[in-house]
C-alpha cells in the first residue's frame, strides 16, 4: 500500500487538495473536540465541533535547528460571555495535558478523512481576552514532549505542590508535620498523627 491509500494518492493527484484540521485538547475535566469545518463531523469514533473561520493556528515555533516546539491555537471572535466559567479554570486543569492536532486530506465535498497525518502535543498555557474589534479570543499554546521535557522543573515535597499536580492527593499532608522536629513514634504505643 506505500505511505498513502489509493483514495488519497487519487486526491493528490486531482491537484486540487481539500485540507482540515482537527485538535482534540485533553482537559482534567474531559475531552474537547473541533475542527475546521463548519458544522460538526463524525470521524475517529468521535464527533468534532466545527468552528469554521472562528478558528487560527500560528505558526509552527521552531528552534534555531528547525525542530518543530510547539503550535498557539486560537478561537476568535466569539460573544464575550462565552467563556463565564474561564475564571475557574486553574493550571492544574489543563497543563501537560494531551493534545493533537491532525492535518487531514479530506474527500473534495469536506464529508471525511481521506488520509490523516496526526501531531501529539502537550498543553503549555491557555489564555483569555477581550478585544473590542475582535470579541473574545482564547489561545492554547501546545508543546511538543522534547520541549516539556527539557524544561526545568521545581518539585517542593508540600501537601500544595502535590495537591496541585494530582487534585484530592492527600500523601504529603503530615509531611510538615514529620519535619517540624516532634518526636514521632510509631506502632501501637504512639501516634503518627498530629494530636487532636
Known sequence: MGLMSPEAKAVLAAGNIPLAFFAELSFRSGVERYWTGTTPIRWDGQTWLGVGNLGAASAMDSSEDFRANGITLQLIGLPSNSFTDFDALTASDYKGCRARLVTAIMTPDF????????????????????????????????????????????????????????????????????????????????????PS
Open 111 to 194: 464529508r471525511s478523512v481521506v488520509h490523516p497525518i496526526p501531531r501529539f502535543y502537550f498543553i503549555d498555557t491557555l489564555d483569555y481576552e477581550l478585544d473590542p474589534e475582535l470579541g473574545a479570543v482564547i489561545s492554547v499554546a501546545l508543546e511538543v514532549e522534547t520541549r516539556r521535557a527539557s524544561r526545568a522543573r521545581v518539585r517542593r515535597y508540600t501537601p500544595q505542590d502535590q495537591e496541585a499536580e494530582f487534585p484530592g492527593d492527600k500523601a504529603f499532608e503530615f509531611v510538615p508535620y514529620i519535619n517540624s522536629g516532634v518526636d514521632v513514634k510509631w506502632g501501637t504505643f504512639g501516634s503518627f498523627f498530629p
